[in-house]
T-cell receptor, first 110, second 116 residues
């Protein structure tokens, strides 16, 4: 089984809809991250969390919110989706010298 | 200023030849780590290699090696004996040790295409 899982893997939604992307990890890591990747570009940090009570904004947090329900679960929400939030979203956890990425969620906002 | 710069948007290499993908970085933090990831067309991010700023030797992992030139702030990825399956996007990333969070900052990537 994968160490970091994301659901859904693909999602098409309409402008104005609320959507939640979920991430679970079995690695026991405290640190979890949400990144966004736009076509042809590198990843940019949306939010990160050290534990359930420690959540921090990243470089591009506007329009997003997160919830750390447990050490193993970190969800990303788009309260009112807009087309420029169409992107590939990655969840990740961190070990000392490596970040472990989930498989990604491809989100399209029409 | 960009923290991670990858100046080669796209590159071709002949199968079985070696190729170097460039990466330069900018940080004033004495403690940092440099990472390379591969992203095939399927989209997942595959960790390739890591180099710490205090590591004395260049990192190697199988066919991948990292040419770390600290004074020049460069961390180029060398892939030896290219294979068709190496065709993918490659991203260089940095984690700065004193920066709270431990997040990665990514470059814009290089698309590598291996020709048969």
């Amino acid at each position: 089984d994968a160490d970091v899982t994301q659901t859904p893997r693909n999602r098409i939604t309409k402008t104005g809809k609320r959507i939640m992307l979920e991430c679970s990890q079995t690695k026991g890591h405290d640190r979890m991250y949400w990144y966004r990747q736009d076509p042809g570009l590198g990843l940019r940090l949306i939010y990160y969390s050290f534990d359930v009570k420690d959540i921090n904004k990243g470089e591009i947090s506007d329009g997003y919110s997160v919830s750390r329900q447990a050490q193993a679960k970190f969800s990303l929400s788009l309260e009112s989706a807009i087309p420029n939030q169409t992107a590939l979203y990655f969840c990740a956890t961190r070990d000392i010298n490596e970040q472990f990425f989930g498989p990604g969620t491809r989100l399209t906002v029409l | 200023a960009q923290k991670i710069t990858q100046t080669q948007p796209g590159m071709f290499v002949q199968e079985k030849e070696a190729v170097t993908l460039d990466c330069t970085y900018d940080t004033s933090d004495p403690s940092y780590g440099l990472f390379w990831y591969k992203q095939p067309s399927s989209g997942e991010m595959i960790f390739l290699i890591y180099q710490g700023s205090y590591d004395q030797q260049n990192a190697t992992e199988g066919r991948y090696s990292l040419n770390f030139q600290k004074a020049r702030k460069s961390a180029n990825l060398v892939i030896s004996a290219s294979q068709l399956g190496d065709s993918a996007m490659y991203f260089c990333a940095m984690r700065e040790g004193l920066r709270r969070g431990g997040m990665l900052t990514f470059g814009g990537g290089t698309r590598l295409m291996v020709k048969p």
